[in-house]
């Protein structure tokens, strides 16, 4: 069985783990008070080319998600996000958890645009009775979306715009960050990206670490105190140096980006066959979540041989289904998988 | 000034203040243990013909709203409702304070049906990612819905089957619920309304009452320790015996069927004169809402003279709008009114 | 049976019946924007001496306590008191629902010192892990207090002086702020408390209204958005009108105060009789709750016709009762009190 | 510099993390859904003799106890625990960030005693205003406490049965569960643990793993729906295999109890190095936890060698420390501070 399932089938690169032997009997403060948290810190400032920035270090994506939001939202104030957003369907209500109502706007490709926000602002505030509405006060969205689409940086500077002008952060969930900035169809930089949001996350996860998410907080306001909060909500790991050191090892020498380069060159190479072989693709995706749309009977038949996702049913004998490459993906699976595409 | 903004611009009908004033000087146990709740109670289950569900008084309509809802759910699980449900769109995000997800579903009449909270929850239980969102686990509707529309005993019964069969609670905002039971076109009596739920409210606020709705919990799973939630959450009245006995007043001769009764038929003058002059309504409502569509310019006179809702705008030369009468109305005022729309 | 067990058992001063029935048929807008709030509120900036003062009108105290601290508070930030301060007791953990904790310090007194605050926050700062503990933030007293003492303005100086050399925000309880202010031993106006705290509460309940509590918000950081989280909490009364016109009749020609006076004298009498057979008191209060230490065979004789509250057990023959007066007190259940304490 | 600050300074044995090397590269389903999972989790079922339980692997400990109570709690109940507690000192307010307030009883070494907890909850059911209080729902302990000690057999029986009999909830907080259970004093297997209690953890973090607790919920209340809270609150793991596979391997030939044992041992020989040399200690600890009281220059002078924690200062000249063993102490570094202590 080929796994195109999810990004997050394997452990982590082979350099992460040799990093962890190395220095596993290397006695360091707990907490992220470690020197490897300091340097992954420092390096990811230089990389972001945001010398001010705060650096956290988290286990996982819901976790950075719902922290940083509580973190920066009064009890009256929501999150508005995509109505696909990743906090608004598959974090079990985690926002909510913290008492935060999650505002969706409808989208179609993942994504929400200045537009958009814009007008749903403005009909808030001119709206009489907004006191007994939620207050929209932060913007989230995902790089690449939930359906693997990416904002351009002409989109991203506009988000960014309205919500500055409107008084609303703008944070980013970056948890396969790096598949975005590594496609072929983008032209953001990451200090492009910390640059146009207030905080972002660099995800870990799924791009040849074990585990982790790097919290990235630009602007001053959502820093007071953060540490409470992340201790607060379980995000704040006892042996921090398993964070840092995974980030220090993966962003040392771009070995984060070369991973993620890989999975959208296999993805690629999974979007080009169904091209080929005229299979529609329910979304424009250039990074490594593709969403072939398969006739019931073919896809019984791909089943046999390889794991995917269940989408959704776009037909009667139709499925849209998704195929997931990650850093960890062979060439030779893909090849497997592309051939029995072009075969169907 | 005319008013036909809202349906809680007066105080309460004169029977309650005289009953406030006679029993102003009697001594009576705090926090609903006086003996006027105790009849209000004894005097709804019966009204309800059910004589073992529990009634609380409180004093508002949100807090009615969630403090059941606080009660009926623990953190994961999440309230289904319209997407216009009162619960979703006005009370300041206050059900996901207490950690809950709204899940709205589409409605263009304000109503939600047994069939698409089936499919619900149908799809809910078959995603294989299904803990990873919020679990539907109670039903919330209003009736007369936010835009005045009713349900009917079939509509009511079949919901609440969908729901048992599902393992949901079915919940009634019954803000309103005087101005359902006795508009023309209802079918349902009180004790079906106590039957066909697990929990509802009969509010008082909107119908006689200085302020107050009595929330009656026929489910037994949702009785347990109800009084600690009420008091945690502001809902419970130092001075109960003022909510007691304005209950005992209004429904010791069916006074508030009265009054509701007359704030239909007030609104249904209204309805009449603007099907009589082709102003179309944006919602068939029978009850103490009306809605209609009118040219800006018309609104613009209207408005010199009578006071309503701004409700949307429907098109760029017309707005929908919200006349709303209530018990006390006169029929003065609403002549006035009807005059006028007939005029345009 | 003559009560003695609270100090709302009893209705509303017939003015405000008055005020009530007068105004019932005016037509005003809801939620708090009408004129008899307005101008409530003026006259309390007025008499506070506090023109930039926020004022709110809620029904009840908890509600009052339970929104100001969140609307005060960050989600790592906790409220300290005395360990017998009524959020920390007697509201069903209101603010921890609200998602902060409540930091108790040891009172004998009911009071807590300025010393104390600063020793409890210096040592929060000064521990290397106060990271991983609640950040005080807030300091919550009440005056009167719980057991009926009251602050000097010597103490209520030097506490609020602690707060904001440390960052903390002063809020004082005063649900029966007018016992406090009109107590012979007092030395604090109206003014004095608007200018010694950040936010306060008038309380009407026990002083002469059906309900009420008019929150005075003086700290400017804590003013913002603040309706929304009133609305969100249950806190914003439909027909808000009831709850101006409740402050503007009491403190309209200073009935507020003659209220609270008289009750004050009622216990005078009461605490004197105790004095006068030598029947200790477990707290030193001169405002309008007494706890007497009784045998318990006279207790037992007393309450065939008195009603009071259970305090503690103090010995295995003896246990501490409240008596409690308010503005409906009459002399004559006073003098009968009086004789029976002075008859055991 | 000698570290005996914690017992999580170093990452993990070097088996666990063989195992964590020859199984990168295995696809596994994410979540916890993993044979690893599965695996590990029979295995602790067996070693419990609890084959019905449900155990769940989480990455922290502050989050599985605020995971656990939220899932076990209505919003109204709260958790009994030690003053001293973990929950209630050093979770920056996790539970009550969950809505729940943590109610501290009195404790010098750090235990709670079965007659405690009775007149705690009798006491609560007997005062006439107990819905205006938090309802005692869980009692939550640790074992070994956070000061070292262990509950006996006896205790814990004791007090399991007060809890039973009262409908309250035992959960034991088990960060250094392997600890208490290999002490010379103890008598508590892990089979007793499991049949004493409703839910406890089993730490991986403190002895041995890289990170993680295994939950073990006995009482079947509790299982229901856990998983939707365990993703709520940030709590499931993406790639589960890294928890699964390091339990696995401290089980799988109780590893975990002889790296716990080790621990113990070194700290056997710095109390005794203590008692010998008249050093009192704070308090009675045979676990890997010592509280030595020391002079001030004393103190100033092993500082310069060895690292500890500040515990409190016991008087003007003496100052409480804790020294902390941990399965990664060396035997030669243990000799260094012995000799130390003995030489002061």
Known sequence: M?????????????????????????????????????????????????????VHFLVGGTQANFILLAAALRPHQGAVCAQSGHINVHESGAVEACGHKVLPLPSTDGKIYAQQVKDYVTAHWQDPTHEHMVQPKLVY??????????????????????CQENGLYLYI????????LTCRENDLTLSDIAS?????????????????????????????????????????LAKGRLLGLQFLT????????????HGNEM???????????????????????????????????????????????????????RFCTSWATTPENTQALCSALLAL
């Open 267 to 321: 993805a690629r190479k999974i979007r080009q066959s169904c091209e080929q072989n005229n299979i529609p693709l329910l979304f424009d995706s250039p990074t490594n979540q593709q969403f072939p749309i398969l006739a019931n009977q073919d896809l019984a038949r791909l089943s046999q041989q390889f794991a995917y996702s269940y989408w959704q049913a776009v037909d009667e004998s139709h499925t849209a289904v």
């Open 173 to 180: 969930d970056g948890a396969r960050l790096g598949f975005a």
């Open 2 to 54: 080929l796994q195109f399932q999810c990004d997050y089938s394997e452990g982590a690169h082979p350099r992460i783990l040799q990093a962890l032997c190395d220095t596993n009997f290397e006695q360091t403060p707990g907490y992220g008070e470690d020197i490897y948290c300091q340097r992954a810190s420092e390096l990811i400032c230089q990389k972001c080319n945001a010398p001010r920035a705060s």
């Open 250 to 261: 993966l962003l040392g020498d771009d070995l984060y980006f070369a991973l993620c380069r």
């Open 196 to 236: 146009l949001c207030d905080a972002f996350t660099i995800g870990g996860t799924k791009a040849g670490a074990l585990f982790g998410e790097a919290l990235v907080i630009q602007n001053h306001a959502l820093k007071q105190d953060f540490r409470y909060i992340l201790k607060q909500k379980g995000g704040m």
């Open 141 to 162: 969205i995902s790089n690449p979306t939930e359906v693997g689409t990416i904002y351009t940086k002409a989109e991203l500077t506009a988000l960014y715009s309205v």
